[in-house]
Nanobody, 114 residues
Framework: QVQLVESGGGSVPAGGSLRLSCAAS????????MGWYRQAPGKQRELVAT???????NYADSVKGRFTISRDNAKNTVFLQMNSLKPEDTSVYYC????????WGQGTQVTVSS
């Protein structure tokens, strides 16, 4: 059973920073793609960033230069460092693991005030 548990969300003023973490369990996560998605009220879930097992990253245009995704395969953990946060970054952020299936965490709220 794959489990993903996010942490690190919270409320910050615009321009602030947050670091999200996602701890994975249930299988060796050194293979497969991990990523972060977000969903604001009334909107569809959207890609934020992904990282492959080889370290190749992909970012949404809206977060390029501000967010950094990384993974620690030894600890089965993926991180999202978010800097220069904007009010439009306010969303529930979901951790995702994709390999022989698509797995999601429960989400963590990020609120950025103007």
């Amino acid at each position: 059973q794959v489990q993903l548990v996010e942490s690190g969300g919270g409320s910050v003023p615009a321009g602030g920073s947050l670091r999200l973490s996602c701890a994975a369990s249930g299988r060796p996560f050194r293979i497969g793609r991990m990523g972060w998605y977000r969903q604001a009220p009334g909107k569809q879930r959207e890609l934020v960033a992904t990282v492959t097992s080889g370290g190749t990253t992909n970012y949404a245009d809206s977060v390029k230069g501000r967010f950094t995704i990384s993974r620690d395969n030894a600890k089965n953990t993926v991180f999202l460092q978010m800097n220069s946060l904007k009010p439009e970054d306010t969303s529930v952020y979901y951790c995702n693991y994709y390999y022989e299936g698509d797995y999601w965490g429960q989400g963590t709220q990020v609120t950025v005030s103007s």
